[in-house]
């Protein structure tokens, strides 16, 4: 039973550039959240995805950034016109949100994005 | 004010001996409490979540939560060096957004 996945694991772009990060969740769960981890720093959520739908996108930059969880595939997280400050961890969590385990959520490796 | 508080440390305990971890949010209407580790350079990973007063406990692990004083912990008894890590707290108001502290360091001295 694989676990959820993101690819790539390491990102390096120049700044100016667009970075595309990629999740595919868990077997069987169909809502997807998106995290932000800056070294020595806690996890800041940025949106919250059903297939097809943004729930909630609050965390967020107005600019620059976009996720869409499309009805196949996985999810993407798109940075257009990188810069330095983008530099940090991409964590992706996805949950079944059902039954006990309503609300839990389980991480994928993480990308690291790095910019030049 | 953050949402999510957490004494960063380094927490350092002996091997054998309970560590104890605490947490504070200041958003009253929050609905579920989650306790993540996370060793240096991974993701994180579930340890327990609690929705209601009181304890909830799992093998070695404890979590404890109250409301009224806005505060909930995580006790680690019998801990051992492969439980040192970071030990995160998230909490979520509706399950939509979730709040993460920054983490406590945990050193279990062998």
């Known amino acids: 039973n694989a676990g959820v996945m993101q690819n790539p694991r390491h990102l390096v772009r120049r700044r100016g550039q667009e970075a595309r990060l990629r999740c595919s969740p868990m077997k069987g769960h169909s809502h997807v959240y998106w995290y932000r981890q800056l070294p020595e720093e806690g996890l800041k959520f940025m949106v919250y995805l059903q297939k097809e739908n943004i729930i909630d996108e609050s965390g967020m930059p107005k600019e620059r950034f976009s996720a869409e969880f499309p009805k196949e595939g996985p999810s993407i997280l798109r940075i257009q016109q990188v810069v330095r400050g983008d530099s940090a961890a991409y964590f992706c969590?996805?949950?079944?949100?059902?039954?006990?385990?309503?609300?839990?959520?389980?991480f994928g490796p993480g990308t690291r994005l790095t910019v030049l | 004010q953050k949402e999510v508080e957490q004494n960063s440390g380094p927490l350092s305990v002996p091997e054998g001996a309970i560590a104890s971890l605490n947490c504070t949010y200041s958003?009253?209407?929050?609905?579920?409490f989650f306790w993540y580790r996370q060793y240096s350079g991974k993701s994180p990973e579930l340890i327990m979540f609690i929705y209601s007063n009181g304890d909830k406990e799992d093998g070695r692990f404890t979590a404890q939560l109250n409301k009224a004083s806005q505060y909930v912990s995580l006790l680690i008894r019998d801990s051992q060096p492969s439980d040192s890590a970071t030990y995160l707290c998230a909490v979520t108001p509706t399950g939509n957004q979730f709040y993460f502290g920054t983490g406590t360091s945990l050193t279990v001295i062998p």
């Open positions: 969590a996805s949950s079944p949100r059902e039954g006990s385990s309503y609300n839990e959520q389980f």
């Open positions: 958003d009253r209407g929050s609905q579920s």
